[in-house]
């Protein structure tokens, strides 16, 4: 794997203005993905993970808006784009596969057509070339006979065979990026297991890199190189996957991993994260978390942490702070 990224986000900042004030819902987030790695984001609902990617891509709705930070894209800067030139990056360096299918597709429109005009749009090719990359691309995706389903019509295929088209749109140009939005969120589990494959391989053959917005834990363990953890606007925890899965730094990732069943375990109930995530207009001073933290401390309320080296992860919160004397990771865990 490269370890020259091909995304890169530093310090984006989203805000929504409205008429009682600017809410910020995405605040100071940075990270970066290589050409053929997976990133992970997670969190709860309302975290920020697909106003991110949204962001990302250019399409946030208004009145959203970047109001900080920039976007690189093969170290050119995306996110100050005129809309049309970002229009001609979205689709030809940029895929997005979103939660559910028939939001994507056209349903007045054959799938051949709209994958068609996509390739089209973004390859120099004639419409019998086209024609043959679209059957080519529904093919990869798993689609059987794909040359004359072709000619169907959204609602002729099934939730999981829709995905599939989704994706064969999102791979038509050949795009260095995919923003997978909660891409299996609505598929039975065997169906997501085939699209999870899908994904690993075209990192695999491909080197396309990949941003998984999930809230599923078992998909980020089973497809992601690195995770990033999302709380209420901000990067909480981000490293790699089974060191946090395994071997949490953040009291919220710590809640989190509690939180998920083991197999083979006997529990009468499983660990929860006391409280909810704080509301844009009511964001606590200080570290977002610390009214739901066991272990918060007085600085906790007072000053918001940078990320902080953990491990082989970094840690938004005050505990690693060596400075202070406190311990860290074996303390964090326990």
Not at 94 to 117: C, H, K, M, V, W
């Amino acid at each position: 794997m490269s370890k020259t990224p091909l995304l890169e986000v530093r310090e984006l900042r989203v805000e929504f203005p409205t008429r009682r004030g600017v809410l910020t819902a995405i605040d100071g987030v940075s990270f970066e993905i290589a050409p053929g790695e997976v990133l992970g984001v997670v969190g709860e609902s309302g975290a920020g993970k697909s106003i991110t990617g949204m962001a990302i891509i250019g399409l946030l709705e208004p009145p959203g808006r970047i109001a900080g930070g920039e976007v690189k894209l093969n170290g050119l800067r995306i996110d100050t784009l005129p809309p049309d030139e970002m229009r001609k990056v979205r689709g030809r360096e940029i895929g997005a596969i979103f939660q559910d299918p028939l939001t994507s597709l056209n349903p007045l429109y054959t799938i051949g057509r709209q994958l068609i005009e996509t390739i089209q749009a973004h390859l120099n090719m004639s419409a019998a070339q086209a024609r043959t990359r679209a059957i080519d691309l529904l093919e990869s995706t798993g689609i059987p006979a794909a040359a004359a389903r072709i000619e169907h019509y959204p609602h002729q295929f099934s939730g999981g065979m829709r995905q599939r088209v989704v994706i064969a749109l999102a791979l038509a140009a050949e795009p260095k990026l995919i923003i997978a939005d909660e891409p299996t969120t609505a598929l039975d589990v065997s169906i997501q297991a085939q699209i999870i494959a899908l994904l690993k391989a075209l990192c695999r053959e491909k080197g396309t890199a990949v941003m998984l917005v999930t809230h599923d834990m078992g998909v980020i363990a089973e497809t992601a190189d690195r995770v990033a953890v999302m709380y209420a606007g901000r990067i909480a925890e981000i490293g790699p996957v089974s060191d946090v899965i395994h071997r949490p730094q953040h009291p919220y990732t710590v809640g989190l991993m509690g939180s998920i069943p083991t197999i083979g375990q006997d529990r009468e109930q499983l660990e929860q994260i006391d409280g909810a995530m704080p509301r844009l207009n009511a964001i606590p001073r200080g570290c977002a978390f610390n009214p739901r933290c066991p272990r918060v401390m007085p600085v906790c309320l007072e000053r918001r942490p940078d990320p902080l080296p953990a491990g082989t992860s970094l840690a938004a919160c005050w505990l690693h702070d060596g400075s202070r004397g406190t311990t860290g990771a074996r303390e964090i865990s326990a």
